[in-house]
């Protein structure tokens, strides 16, 4: 049998560091992607003005054009926000039943709080290991024009 002190430190803080460091890694990821995506499309248009005069900025202009479209998949496949999202959410559901049990306040100010505790931290995470495999099961959808 595992003890409140052994499965808040075993599981719950184990569980908060990987959600959490899964949310700074796709916030980072898609932040960063972002950026590049903006700044290659606003080189386009500049870069445009001088096409006329030099085939090599035509390339750059196309060359740019596909980095942009790249990107764009990329971050349209790997859901980089979505998961940032998610994982901070669930992290911080985590630490909100951990501080509410750690202090005993409700619904953990009753006699079968441990148990309370693992069925609650154990739904939070089937939740979210369910929902992100039905996200991989899904087939990509064509987004809908505006």
Known sequence: MVSPEEYVEQRINDQIAWYDRR?????RWFKQLRFA???AAATIPFLSGFAARSSSIEIAIGA????VAVIASLLGLLQLQVHWIE???TAESLKKEKFL???QAEPYDK???FHLLVQRVEALLSKENTEWL?????????????
Do not use: W
């Open 37 to 39: 995506e903006i700044v």
């Open 134 to 146: 039905q996200s991989m099961m899904k087939p990509a959808t064509a987004e809908k024009p505006a």
């Open 111 to 113: 006699g079968d709080a």
């Open 101 to 103: 049990f750690l202090s």
């Open 64 to 67: 740019l054009g596909v980095f």
């Open 87 to 89: 994982y901070r959410a």
């Open 23 to 27: 949310s700074v890694t796709n916030k």
